[in-house]
């Protein structure tokens, strides 16, 4: 069981304040009408005593059992895992798996550090420093020197960003942001050495107070009682003030180093791929950059068949008959999937350059049908082809490789060859035919390096009754989240790689005039003869004038 600490939210807060304002509150107010000196001369102090002690502890309890403890910096803790927290922030940012990776540094950086070591400004620049330093280390590890690989305008950007998010944040979430001037602020600092000289004052009055015992024992365990939950209350505080700072600077450093600063919304919306424009002919008018889906494996695996019955029967050339030798689009349609293209591709054989080609579509690619047929075993081109695109990825960091869903065709096939009534429930083993079914897809899946869920046995014998289709349209409905986050790095990627000559040509134009306007001031100013002609142009108007 993961050791998971709540984020605290507002009611919580709430909560933390009530309860401490209660433990507080009632022993002063119950004093107040009494009167230590009533209590004394009734003999009732032991029992007021006896209240304090209680309520207070009943408060301490309870805020222990009901709301977060922040963890020490001093002492080691188990950290609870950070995979959860980080796919779920990857996914809703579409990070690559380096940015995903230095997410989790961040992490580990904002739990470890220690808000009572922040003692000063210089102390929080440090900190920031070493956060950007983290991203920048885990992002451009290639490089020789990651932590300036950024633009000027990204860095205003990102100076911007932090800014305002850093603000919304004091505005929402403390004490008196919206109050509290700098100067006040300074004020209270400088002020500083006089919370020493009081705590030594109040030490003397701890000891003058002795003189009636049973009330400086009550105080005392009172005081000492309400001390540590205001000191609680602090440590959770600046925990959660150092760890919101350092998680920010982070998310903000992800997005520097991974280039999303570089990239407009509007350049990001309006973005499609050089394979996609050169589709066009087959796409018609295409807004935006579709989902490019590649369907690839051997001659002979069914792959045209599959797209033809995906595609809702387009013409594609079945691999009974060996026609697909180009990498072929089609426009695919479905209700709940986005605008998307199919691409059959030429079986894999014996060319050596085929390989390299696939993995070539594939990285134009953000979601891969890997098709095998259930009632072959010669895998070994599967096998090559996709060791060599999962190495493709796996050694760029940058890009997230697209999900891969196998689909093992030609189930019909298998033993008993004349038998074939679906549907098969693949779990019951009563029936061969589910029994070989459920093994075939089994040894593929191993075979090729797949999960049991990422398989899909299918037939597709005819357009007219093709088996378990609707399968793979979920598996791929499945699969929409992470395609979704390859196409974002995708496009990211060529953005960032393209040269906008539009752009260059503007800001040379911008830089020119500035260059010619600044020239034609230095020689207004450096021309005696221009100042001398103005100077009497302008007392000969003056005089005119006063005529």
Do not use: C
């Not at 060529?494 to 830089?511: M, R």
Request: charge should be positive; charged fraction near 25%.
């Amino acid at each position: 069981m993961s050791n998971t600490r709540p984020t605290p939210t507002r009611a919580r807060r709430t909560a933390s304040l009530i309860l401490i304002a209660i433990g507080l509150l009632i022993p002063a107010l119950s004093l107040i009408p009494l009167g230590s000196l009533w209590l004394w001369q009734n003999g009732l102090l032991l029992y007021w005593t006896a209240f304090a002690l209680a309520s207070v502890a009943i408060v301490y309890i309870a805020q222990r059992r009901l709301l977060p403890q922040p963890h020490s910096a001093a002492t080691p803790t188990t950290e609870r895992p950070l995979e959860d927290d980080t796919a779920r922030d990857a996914l809703q940012f579409g990070w690559s798996p380096a940015e995903e990776q230095a997410w989790k540094d961040v992490k580990a950086l904002a739990r470890r550090t220690d808000p009572d070591g922040i003692a000063s400004p210089d102390d929080l620049l440090k900190l920031a420093r070493d956060t950007v330093a983290v991203v920048a280390q885990r992002v451009h590890a290639d490089r020789q020197d990651p932590l300036w690989q950024f633009t000027t305008p990204e860095a205003l950007a990102i100076t911007e960003r932090v800014s305002r998010r850093l603000r919304q944040f004091v505005l929402e979430r403390v004490p008196f942001g919206d109050r509290l001037t700098i100067a006040q602020a300074l004020a209270v600092y400088r002020w500083r050495g006089a919370i020493d000289w009081a705590e030594r004052a109040y030490d003397v009055w701890r000891v003058v107070r002795l003189v009636n015992p049973a009330t400086a024992a009550a105080n005392e365990a009172r005081e000492q009682l309400s001390k540590a939950m205001m000191e609680w209350g602090r440590d959770a505080v600046s925990r959660r003030l150092t760890e919101a700072y350092v998680e920010e600077i982070g998310r903000a450093a992800i997005d520097l180093y991974g280039g999303r600063l570089r990239i407009s919304p509007d350049a990001l919306t309006g973005y499609m791929s050089e394979k996609t424009v050169a589709d066009q002919e087959t796409l018609g008018e295409a807004r935006a950059e579709p989902l490019r889906i590649l369907v690839a494996g051997q001659t002979g695996a069914g792959k045209s068949s599959l797209v033809n019955t995906l595609a809702n029967g387009l013409r594609a050339a079945t691999d009974a008959l060996p026609a697909t030798s180009v990498y072929a689009p089609y426009v695919l349609q479905h209700e709940g999937l986005p605008a998307a293209i199919i691409i059959d591709s030429p079986g894999l054989g014996s060319d050596p350059g085929a390989i390299g080609e696939l993995v070539k579509k594939a990285a134009d690619s953000d979601l891969i049908l890997w098709v095998v047929a259930a009632h072959r075993a010669d895998r070994a081109v599967d096998r090559k082809a996709l060791d060599a695109l999962r190495s493709h990825f796996s050694a760029r960091l940058n890009r997230r490789r697209p999900p891969m869903i196998l689909v093992t065709t030609h189930i019909d096939r298998l033993r008993p060859f004349g038998e074939w009534d679906p549907p098969y429930d693949l779990s019951d083993n009563s029936r061969e035919k589910a029994r070989n079914i459920r093994d075939a897809v089994t040894a593929a899946s191993v075979d090729l390096g797949f999960a049991a869920d990422e398989a899909v046995p299918v037939s597709l014998a005819s357009a007219t009754q093709a088996y378990n289709v609707e399968r793979v349209w979920q598996r791929i409905s499945d699969a929409l989240p992470e395609a979704t986050r390859a196409q974002l790095l995708r496009a990211l990627h060529d953005l960032k790689s393209a040269w906008n000559w539009k752009s260059v040509w503007s800001q040379a134009a911008g830089a020119g005039r500035t260059i010619a306007g600044a020239l034609k001031k230095e020689v207004k100013r450096s021309d005696p003869g221009t100042s001398k002609n103005n100077n009497a142009s302008m007392q000969s108007k003056s005089h005119d004038n006063s005529r």
